[in-house]
């Protein structure tokens, strides 16, 4: 097969998409469940609404009211009216109205607790005592300025008449003569006017109140019709210089302009600029802000009118003297269509929900991510040649593909069935706002995916941020948001926790929605923007998406290369491992010096002639690779490998035998660039493992010790995945996929198609080992290839290895001799971090294995006995077992002849009972015990 190359960007991103693609297809059942959320809620909602609507909307005190005016004998209706006549006060509201009520206009006027008095800061101009809070007959002040004060003075002196004259056949033009105010804020209809259907007192306002008594009235027709009674006022009317002095004084009067924190109002002002005997000109200021924390409440202006007609009425009478009047009789809406409460309590609560909703794609992310992560899949498939540039941004890609879809279908399902929030706010601007609010979250599950390595803790952890968030902002952050007292910039503050900024948004969505609603208008537009608190919140959400993006990916780097996250904290004085190491060298190299074999030296020397003329003949160069494990907790730093020069040739398959501990897989894992080697180097294909790992990757197969596959992926799909990693595509592909799964015996009986969770440890072990080979790998590791297999298909895997290593360079770690022998050309026994010997089988047994072996079993009172009988065999014979009567001794094969050992045998068996005896040739096995013990003898007492 032809060599294919290393798989360019889209081939990876493919094989990696392919698999995502599969793997969510798996979990079809709880991606669907994650899918009906967003269905269930906005069916809850809708649900919500239309109980909502018969209860409350459509309730009876909330429409148009009708009565019955014919009645048949029966008792039963046979006419029913409905119109304003026929409601109550409650209900006339909702009717429609063909002539609406006349109401009189109305002069804002400040509460009497915070009308202007004589304060310290306010202290000269004419002000009342404070003592008239106590009694609550502070005047209402009005202040005037303007080029000319005596026109000022001649024209302020008119514009209160001092007579009330009030003749109830026409109310309203005898009222028009009083100037009445109320501290009552107008709404934003006047069909009903809030001063006069509250039970707040209509203010007359007089320049001398004569008595303090109330005078009764009856405003309106019924049923629209209610009972007032006039209360006098006092006004004050104070000429100020110049206009700044007029801002001066209000903005003094403003709670937060003056040093007491007093609210200290006056009603209006008026700059009367060049006004004389041929110009009119006036500015007024009036106050336009309300307190209930709604912005841009139309309606303001009605009792502005007042005013304007005072000012106006008062230069009259300064022209043609008292007699002419200019009267303002009363202000009347437009007529109106019957109307019905329209409260959109979805969209109330939609916030709530919706943030639940976009935030339930937290937990699937990052548990997808961590999973990953947990079962190292990330790293093995890093090995298979799977970079992190393109793992990182077909994961966002994919996951960002996901959660638009989802947004997605969110909206149109909300806007399908009918919920407000949805329908009324311009779509680009929801969909920008989910767009980059779910951009911002994928950057978290990044960032935060670091922090865990159990799937588990990170579900729990992410479902308690979902829902604790959510109610979080719907109990804290609106009432918050609500309370204009709180300081704007903390509310800021807090939203620079992301789901709270989400659950702004949304509270922003669902004001518009509840408000454009009410008005049978439109929610939010780009034009409401800035208005609304959107542009903070998509500055807060794009910024954050870019510093957690940045973030997650220095903290991927860092842990990627097995550094302390924070390690350009550490104190650079501090060079505590690398001023520990030339002691370390020194005391390694005179224990190589004294132990190294010559064959180990032979391969050293091959080594060092490799480095210096590179030729690509070995596929594997390891020179002089060492690793320490820094010491902890006061133990001394730990020599995992010894300075290990090794060269493997293509088309070798090299065995690692050593017992546990001896640094096997320390050395395996600097060479498939999990471990940073301390010192010393290793080339693969004539590239650096410690520069050049990412291209050392596309040419290498690895079979960890322990399995990594997904659990949810079959056999096939796994072959298939990493196949398209190295490169193979269409029919080369599949006909790789097929051979390799008949060769590990995975193809028959659909077991190919089974899912890996399903499989047997066997099973999981030849699907590793397949893996690991697929696209012909040029250097492949296997760390215990055959651990858990029967002997059959350990006999098939082992033809399978054997017909890969034709063009292949292959590590194997084993503790199977039997395996060993039978697949490795060449051996290396690993002890304590060096190697102690190197050669094929035969050489070893023949090097190490110049003895039989001789066992014996007898009653333990022969024992002596037996010792005797090799005594005299074999003088220089070594005991080397002895249990109950069994022993083992072994025989230097030059001084014994096999056919001695049998007569003396057969003597023996005559003179006392044998129950059992054995000669036998060494194994690989005795080679193997022997190495090691003296091997970890010598190191002990070096
Ligand atoms: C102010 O107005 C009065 C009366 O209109 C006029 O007599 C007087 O000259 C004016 N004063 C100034 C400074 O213009
Ligand atoms: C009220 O109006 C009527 C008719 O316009 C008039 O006769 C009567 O004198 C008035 N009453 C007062 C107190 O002005
Ligand atoms: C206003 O101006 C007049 C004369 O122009 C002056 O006498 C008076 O002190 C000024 N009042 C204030 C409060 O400045
Ligand atoms: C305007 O009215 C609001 C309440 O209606 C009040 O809080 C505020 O202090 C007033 N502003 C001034 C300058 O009087």
Known sequence: MADPGPASFSTRANALLRKNLTYQKRNLRSNLWIIMIPFMLCL???????????????????????????????????????????????????????????WPPLLQIPPPESRAVRTSFLSDIGLPDESCRRTGTCPVTILFTGNNRSVGTSLFDNLLTSSVTVNSSDLLQDLANNVLGTAREADFTNYLDPGIASNDPIYNIRSRCISNATLPFSFGQKPLEFQKELRCVQELNIWRNKSIEVNDVIFKGYQKGNPEGKANEIAAAYDLLNTDRNNFNVHIWYNSTYNDGSRNRPGTLVRVSRSVNLVSNAYLQFLQGPGTRMLFEYVKEMPKPETSLRLDIASLIGPLFFSWVILLLFPVILSSLVYEKQERLRIIMKMHGLGDGPYWMISYAYFLAISTFYVIILMVFGSVIGLNF????????????????????????????????????????????????????????????????FPRGWIIVLELYPAFSLYRGLYEFSQFAFRGNLRGADGMKW???????????????????????????????????????????????????????????RQGSKVFVEMEKPDVNQER?????????????????????????????????????????????????????????????????????????????????GLDICSDM????????????????????????????????????????????????????LFHGGVADKLAGKYSGGMKRRLSVAISLIGSPKVVYMDEPSTGLDPASRKNLWTVIKRAKQNTAIILTTHSMEEAEFLCDRLGIFVDGGLQCIGNPKELKGRYGGSYVFTMTTSSEHEGNVEKLIQDVSPNAKKIYHIAGTQKFELPKEEVRISEVFQAVEKAKSNFTVFAWGLADTTLEDVFVKVARTGQAFNVFS
């Open 44 to 102: 809850f909602l809708v649900a919500i609404q239309v109980l909502f609507d018969t209860q409350v909307n459509n309730a009876d005190e909330n429409r148009c009211g009708c009565q019955c005016t014919v009645t048949s004998e029966a008792g039963k209706c046979e006419k029913e009216s409905c119109g304003i006549e026929f409601s109550s006060p409650d209900q006339a509201f909702f009717c429609s109205i063909a002539s609406p009520p006349r």
């Open 422 to 485: 949805f329908r009324l706010n311009d779509y680009s601007i929801q969909f920008t706002f989910y767009f980059l609010y779910v951009n911002l979250q994928i950057s978290l599950c990044f960032l935060v995916s670091s922090v865990f390595s159990k799937v588990k803790t990170s579900t729990v952890s992410a479902y308690i941020y979902v829902f604790g968030s959510g109610l979080m902002g719907s109990f804290l952050l609106q009432f918050l948001i609500q309370d204009s007292s």
């Open 527 to 585: 034009k409401d923007f800035s208005d609304s608190a959107m542009d903070e919140i998509f500055c807060i959400i794009i910024v954050e998406w870019f510093v957690a993006l940045v973030a997650a990916y220095y903290v991927d780097k860092i842990s990627s290369s097995g550094k302390d996250l924070l390690f350009f904290l550490k104190n650079p004085f501090k060079k505590s491992s690398s001023m520990r190491r030339p002691s370390l060298q």
């Open 605 to 685: 020397e091959k080594v060092e002639q490799l480095m210096l003329e590179p030729s690509t003949s070995h596929a594997i160069v390891c020179d002089n690779l060492k690793k320490v494990y820094p010491g902890r907790d006061g133990n001394p730093p730990k020599l995992a490998v010894r300075g290990l020069s090794l060269a493997v040739p293509s088309g070798e398959c090299f065995g690692m035998l050593g017992p546990n501990g001896a640094g096997k897989t320390s050395f395996i894992n600097m060479m498939t660039g999990l471990l940073k080697p301390t010192s010393g180097t290793g080339l693969v294909q």
């Open 694 to 745: 990412d291209r050392v990757y596309t040419s290498m197969g690895v079979c960890p010790q322990h399995d990594l596959l997904w659990e949810t992926l079959t056999g096939r799909e796994h072959l298939l995945f990493y196949g398209r990693l190295k490169n193979l595509k269409g029919s080369v592909l599949e006909q790789a996929v097929e051979e390799s799964l008949k060769s590990v015996n």
